[in-house]
Structures are given as C-alpha cells and as structure tokens.
C-alpha cells in the first residue's frame, strides 16, 4: 500500500434488480462519467 486511491466504476444508476439488464451501459457508462469529469 504505497497510499494512493485508485478509482473504480462499479454501476451507472445503482439499479436495484440485479444483475442489470446492460453491462455494456452500466460499467462502461460508469467509467465514461468518472473520465468525462476529470477534465
């Protein structure tokens, strides 16, 4: 543990029925929102 964050992506709109309907949108979704915000 060299004490950095490593930031992850889990689910796009925390659906309660899971599995979700759309891995593709869910995760990938997800990851696209947390790089979009980095800029």
């Known amino acids: 543990d ?5 930031v992850v992506s889990h689910s796009r709109t925390h659906p309660r029925n899971v599995p979700y309907d759309d891995y593709d949108s869910e995760i990938g979704g997800s990851k696209q929102d947390i790089i979009d915000n980095l800029d």
């Not at 060299?2 to 490593?6: C, F």
Request: no cysteine; proline share 0%.
């Open 2 to 6: 060299a004490g950095y964050i490593e």
